[in-house]
């Protein structure tokens, strides 16, 4: 990577050829990492062969607009031509400087690419995942260095001595943040719900066979969960495990609501005390959001989450209005409005006794299921013993940390859905990135994916239970130790990351002012 900069950089004399520099890298990064999403595009889409590569291209552009800003700095700005200790450390502020600033379609930092070791992403605890970003620069900066200078490998080796020394001392200080006393906290118990029912194209807004399939999993599968595991007091049901649809049936959302989608999270907190969490969509104010609601809804405090960040040609179509034409190229974008709030919920639980299936009982219990009032008045609502507060993120949004970043909550929960992307390897490349946030904030965190990956890890980022597979049905199941850490992000915010990046390119700045004089 550093190496096919450093060339680009010795041929590249002016801004536009640089431009096309940064772009065709960006086209051929973005297509090396998520080569599988040019047929989700072609999928989504449903455009021929050659408009699906045009919109690739643009979405490549869109994705890695941080590449093109770098070569534009390092080019016109930096101008660094040997790889010293001073330099290095301005290369990868930069890298990491452009990566957390420029806006990106599908956030993708390259910090996800240390999320799996486990002492190096403690890093993220004190500037995010792109603090992991300057780390991986500065290792690639450090392997050019050495692979591909012109000098004896002894003076090269010499030359990246001190490069040696700081990654080292980096690995030394992460295993320490990995072993930083977190405050003990208690246990819940966690239940997360894969139905996988697959992609869900406006074609199937009213299969009333699909949405009788997509809620017969959803019953079925947390049923079981419970009879496997006796107890929970969270179900999380993932991103439109019921698309389409409304729990709620209030006047303005009348049209699009399930009484079924409304009896069987309220049948399953009566039966087994449990806070069901999941998504459906809400009408409000004559807008269409998607909303992250809690069964049951607590008497005072917030029950329900409004989507903020919504994917752009997914979830909405930008410039819809001043360009009505597009639809027909984007027929299966949605029609959803963003939330203008961003708050903690409220879950509430009761300890009632581990769950024992009375299979005469459930037999006679299905004809409720789409009755809601009918449920309400065969089963009384449980006395409540237990509650914790939630930081809501659906799909999209775990990928933004200045989005995740928590207050109160004692756990981060993520509903999602990666069914566009079939079985392709983004379902995995989305959850690994998704973890750190769990990392950064110090408390633990839950995902329930429909289509895959679902997990539950702690405050550190290990694995709690086994993750799911992509594209394919699946049960989680957890005791999550509510212990929280003491993280810097969690306290400065991205102010610690930028703090740092400043650091970082002082020396550089002063070298470069002293050798002007």
């Known amino acids: 990577f550093s190496r096919c900069i450093a060339a680009i950089w010795q041929q590249c004399q002016s801004s536009a050829r640089v431009a096309a520099a940064g772009g065709l890298f960006a086209a051929s990064v973005n297509f090396i990492n998520f ?58 502020a930069a890298t990491a400087l452009c990566d957390a600033a420029l806006p990106e379609l599908f956030p993708w930092s390259w910090g996800n690419a240390l999320a799996a070791q486990p002492f190096l992403r403690q890093w993220a605890s004190v500037g995010t995942v792109y603090l992991l970003s300057f780390i991986a620069a500065f290792g690639g900066i450090t392997l050019a260095a050495v692979f591909f200078a012109a000098a004896p ?7 990246v001595q001190y490069h040696a020394a700081a990654l080292l001392l980096a690995l030394l200080i992460g295993f320490a ?3 930083w006393p977190a405050a003990p906290g208690r246990t819940v118990s966690a239940l997360a719900v894969q139905t996988n029912i697959g992609a869900a194209p406006e074609a199937r807004r009213s299969d009333s066979d699909f949405a009788a399939d997509a809620i017969n ?7 079981e969960g419970l009879i496997l595991h006796g107890r929970a007091n969270l179900i999380l049901w993932g991103e439109a495990s019921m ?24 049948y399953l907190h009566r039966i087994s005390g449990a806070a069901i969490l999941y998504q459906d969509l809400h009408r409000q104010k004559n807008r269409l959001h998607a909303r992250l609601l809690v069964r049951p809804a607590p008497a005072i ?18 410039f819809e209005g001043a360009l009505p034409a597009m639809r027909a190229w984007f027929p299966e974008a949605g029609r959803l409005s963003p939330g203008n709030t961003g708050n903690e919920i409220s879950a509430r639980f009761a300890g009632m006794p581990a769950f024992r299936a009375d299979r005469q009982r459930l037999k006679d219990d299905l004809t409720l299921m789409s009755a809601p009032e009918k449920i309400r008045a ?27 970043r928590v207050e109160a909550a004692e756990l981060i929960v993520n509903l999602a859905s990666d069914a566009w992307f079939g079985d392709g390897i983004e379902g995995e490349q989305h959850a690994a990135a998704v973890a750190l946030r769990a990392v950064e904030n110090g408390v633990p965190m839950l995902r329930a994916a429909m289509s895959g990956v679902s997990f539950m890890v702690d405050a550190r980022g290990e694995d709690l239970t086994p993750r799911s597979g992509q594209g394919r049905p699946a049960i989680l199941h957890a005791d999550i130790p509510l212990t929280t850490r ?32």
């Open 378 to 404: 065969a089963y009384p609502l449980p006395q409540n013993s237990g509650q914790i507060i939630v930081k809501p993120l659906l799909c999209y949004e775990a990928l933004f940390p200045s989005d995740s």
């Open 217 to 223: 999993r959803l019953f079925n599968q947390s049923l």
């Open 153 to 159: 490998l002894r003076l090269r080796l010499q030359a």
């Open 486 to 517: 003491k993280t810097v992000f969690a306290r400065f915010g991205m102010a610690a990351f930028y703090a740092l990046m400043a650091a970082a390119l002082w020396p550089y700045a002063l070298e470069r002012a002293i050798s002007r004089r």
């Open 243 to 266: 698309p389409f649809h409304s729990s709620d049936g209030d006047a303005e959302s009348r049209d699009i609501y399930s009484p079924t989608f409304d009896a069987v999270p309220e």
């Open 35 to 92: 080569g599988k999403l040019y047929a989700t595009i072609h999928r989504y889409t449903g455009q021929s062969v050659v408009v699906t590569a045009l919109l690739s291209l643009a979405y490549a552009l869109l994705c890695q607009l941080k590449i093109a800003a770098f070569f534009f700095l390092h080019r016109f700005l930096l101008r660094v031509n040997e790889f010293t200790l001073i330099n290095a450390l301005a290369l990868s």
């Open 301 to 318: 405090d917030l029950s329900a989450y409004l989507k903020r960040r919504l994917v752009p040609w997914g979830e909405y179509l930008p």
């Open 177 to 179: 943040l990995y072993l």
